[in-house]
């Protein structure tokens, strides 16, 4: 139990504390961490910085994987960079070459032809070819109708003219002399289909026969009759353009005989 004693020591103390000057209180410590010298003109030393020799030694004896390890030289880490770019260039003027060969394919007119591939179109432009070779280059004088008909139905653009002009000389004897002519074809080729238009090559045997009455002095006519025949094969070329789901010729090649 304190004593009066120690209740005249400790309110002395209090006196103490309480007559001490603020400021020798304000350098009083407190916490943890020491307070910066406000003294001018002093700086901490600084602490001297011991060189190493580690780095190398470890770098000499580096023993991680290649892979793993950064190249060395800004040269060789550009390398691949450099090839990438030179691949691109090549490989950009390769497919513009391509995208030209290509282009020039496409517009190449054989490239369009599709006389060999099309078989059904071919098949049907032969057949219908020879049928009108057949009407328009043969003629009977006792009946024209089939061939007046073909040159009506089978013909087109300068055909019409070049047709008439063939058989020019025919028409203007063929009355008198009774002239039968007949055109069979032996053989022909489709050269090219584009489209709707082709170009046929034909190989054709032809008969004329004329038959004509012979008279003699006198007058008196004799009712013999004198057949004479000329037979010859003919090649000529057609081009034909497709109308209304027929075939018609438009042009009569013949190869400047």
């Given at each position: 139990m304190p004593t009066?004693?120690?209740?005249?020591?400790?309110?002395?103390?209090?006196?103490?504390?309480?007559?001490?000057?603020?400021?020798?209180?304000?350098?009083?410590?407190?916490?943890l961490l020491p307070e910066p010298d406000s003294r001018p003109g002093r700086r901490p030393a600084a602490k001297p910085?011991?060189?190493?020799?580690?780095?190398?030694?470890?770098?000499a004896t580096d023993d991680r994987p290649a892979a793993t390890r950064a190249p060395k030289g800004g040269a060789r880490a550009l390398a691949p960079l450099v090839v990438l770019c030179v691949l691109t260039l090549l490989l950009g003027g390769f497919?513009?070459?391509?995208?030209?060969?290509?282009?020039?394919?496409?517009?190449?007119?054989?490239r369009g032809n599709t006389a060999l591939t099309d078989l059904a179109r071919t098949s049907?432009?032969?057949?219908?070819?020879?049928?009108?070779?057949?009407?328009?280059?043969?003629?009977?004088?006792a009946d024209t109708g089939p061939f007046e008909r073909a040159g009506k139905t089978l013909l087109t653009g300068k055909a019409v003219d070049q047709h008439r002009t063939l058989f020019g000389g025919v028409l203007a004897q063929a009355a008198r002399q009774k002239t039968v002519i007949t055109t069979t074809v032996t053989d022909s080729a489709v050269e090219r289909i584009d489209g709707d238009r082709a170009r046929v090559l034909v190989y054709a045997d032809q008969s004329s026969v004329s038959t004509a009455g012979t008279g003699k002095p006198g007058g008196k006519q004799q009712s013999k009759t004198q057949d004479q025949g000329v037979y010859a094969g003919a090649m000529f070329a057609l081009d034909v353009v497709r109308r209304d789901g027929r075939w018609l010729v438009e042009n009569i090649d013949t190869f400047g005989r």
């Open positions: 009066p004693r120690h209740h005249l020591n400790r309110q002395r103390r209090r006196q103490a504390l309480a007559d001490q000057p603020t400021a020798a209180r304000a350098h009083t410590t407190v916490g910085v011991r060189e190493t020799t580690e780095a190398p030694a470890q770098e497919a513009g070459w391509a995208h030209s060969r290509a282009g020039e394919l496409r517009d190449d007119p054989a049907e432009i032969k057949g219908q070819t020879t049928a009108a070779v057949a009407a328009l280059f043969s003629y009977d004088h």
